[in-house]
T-cell receptor, first 117, second 112 residues
Framework: GAVVSQHPSRVICKSGTSVKIECRSLDFQATTMFWYRQFPKQSLMLMATSNEGSKATYEQGVEKDKFLINHASLTLSTLTVTSAHPEDSSFYIC?????????????FGPGTRLTVL | GEDVEQSLFLSVREGDSSVINCTYTDSSSTYLYWYKQEPGAGLQLLTYIFSNMDMKQDQRLTVLLNKKDKHLSLRIADTQTGDSAIYFCAESVPYNTDKLIFGTGTRLQVFP
């Protein structure tokens, strides 16, 4: 149990286009999901907390108009990178907190590798 | 702000013990975690320790917490090739246990 999927696993796009990444909790409900960004040989940096039915909470320095988050249901959150540029190339990872689960326990997706040409 | 540091690389022989170290800055963290990341897979929670504990053992894994020195370690007994992965420590942010600050990760390589 507690499986989180991400789609796509890998995407290559042209500069200026928008890319949508999906995060799904497959066998549990998740009111709260998280989006991280991971650079090579660096730690995961929390970008935003996604809350079902309300606006996402963004970390300092993360542009909310560039990284649009929509948490439309208890099992799905999406991250849209708008007008992507090469500096947005990174590994994006989502996680989900199971409703009723232990504080701090998050289940992670396998990540999405975004390359912007 | 919060900062979590780890050494980048550790190489051990199969059957030996591995010790992965982590230092953190915020002494008011409630929970500290160890996650494992294998290639192509998401982070997997290995174990966690509550901040008022000194040690926690779970089968081959032993977590030691030194709050005075803000030092956390993960010991893997009888290390196997399947343990080769990147290991991240993480601390929960004070007053918001859902928010995690991750270390840079330690790549563990196990050789026969």
């Amino acid at each position: 149990g507690a499986v989180v999927s991400q789609h796509p696993s890998r995407v290559i796009c042209k500069s200026g286009t928008s890319v949508k990444i999906e995060c799904r909790s497959l066998d549990f409900q998740a009111t709260t999901m998280f989006w991280y960004r991971q650079f090579p040989k660096q730690s995961l940096m929390l970008m935003a907390t996604s809350n079902e039915g309300s606006k996402a909470t963004y970390e300092q320095g993360v542009e909310k108009d560039k990284f649009l988050i929509n948490h439309a249901s208890l099992t799905l959150s999406t991250l849209t990178v708008t007008s992507a540029h090469p500096e947005d190339s990174s590994f994006y990872i989502c996680s989900a907190k199971r409703d009723g689960g232990r504080a701090g326990e998050q289940f992670f997706g396998p990540g999405t590798r975004l390359t912007v040409l | 702000g919060e900062d979590v540091e780890q050494s980048l690389f550790l190489s051990v022989r199969e059957g030996d013990s591995s010790v992965i170290n982590c230092t953190y800055t915020d002494s008011s963290s409630t929970y500290l975690y160890w996650y494992k990341q294998e290639p192509g897979a998401g982070l997997q929670l290995l174990t966690y320790i509550f901040s008022n504990m000194d040690m926690k053992q779970d089968q081959r894994l032993t977590v030691l917490l030194n709050k005075k020195d803000k030092h956390l370690s993960l010991r893997i007994a009888d290390t196997q090739t399947g343990d080769s992965a990147i290991y991240f420590c993480a601390e929960s942010v004070p007053y918001n246990t859902d928010k995690l600050i991750f270390g840079t990760g330690t790549r563990l390589q196990v050789f026969p």
